[in-house]
């Protein structure tokens, strides 16, 4: 079965979790515990599994009679490294970001894809919750910020029959109201997500 999240690709059903940075000592998993359940779509320990990412930011401006569109694009190739049932991590790797205004189009400084392609980030996964994230030590908060929405924003509720389903749920935007539009196709299942923002309170980040 194949299943599209926009443009974002994610194998497993998850809860909507807080994803909460953690701190661990060397050696030490992230996830606290692990109950042994099994999701839906069973990610294997030991394999990899890749997928391309795609999301647009949009930002209107208004000043006076003039107005201005800005297009913040990200994409990235994800790779979710399966350690075990409950210990993942998320790597990133040919990383582009774009700012498309309306009168301008420019790249953003190679450090920037650098920082985010350095080191992996470990989550953990338990009965499709990601619960904790554990970065490394010495990484900016702004990097782990954009990692922690990319989880954010592949993880989709466990769904009912129905092609259209309204609930709230948490990550990093907060606890938000979010729909779910589902479409059968011949080659699988396309789940939309579409998350409403202006319904949002206690965003997760760092400052």
């Known amino acids: 079965m194949r299943i599209v999240l926009l443009l974002a690709l994610f194998v497993a059903w998850t809860n909507a979790a807080p994803l909460t940075k953690r701190q661990t000592t060397s050696g030490e998993t992230c996830s606290t515990s692990c109950s042994g359940v099994k999701a839906k779509f069973n990610l294997l320990p030991g394999k ?14 208004e000043v006076g009679k003039t107005k201005d569109l800005n297009k913040i694009v990200h994409q990235a190739t994800v790779t979710i490294n399966v350690q075990s049932q409950c210990e993942l991590s998320l790597q990133l790797s040919n990383v582009r970001i774009k700012d498309s205004g309306s009168t301008k189009s420019k790249e953003f400084p190679s450090s920037w894809k650098e920082d985010l392609e350095s080191n992996p980030l470990r989550f953990s996964f ?7 994230i554990c970065s490394n030590e010495n990484e900016q908060h702004s990097v782990v910020n954009v990692k922690r929405g990319i989880l954010s924003s592949i993880q989709i509720q466990q ?12 990550d990093i935007s907060g606890d938000c109201t979010t729909e779910y539009t589902i479409e059968t196709t011949p080659g ?3 789940i939309k997500k579409n998350k409403l923002l202006n319904t ?3 965003p997760v980040i760092d400052p």
């Open 188 to 190: 699988g299942q396309i």
């Open 48 to 61: 990899a599994y890749v997928y391309e990412y795609k999301s647009v930011t949009s930002i209107k401006s």
């Open 200 to 202: 949002c309170y206690q």
């Open 126 to 132: 338990d009965d499709r919750t990601i619960d904790y």
């Open 159 to 170: 769904l009912g029959s129905s092609s259209k389903t309204e609930l709230r749920e948490t």
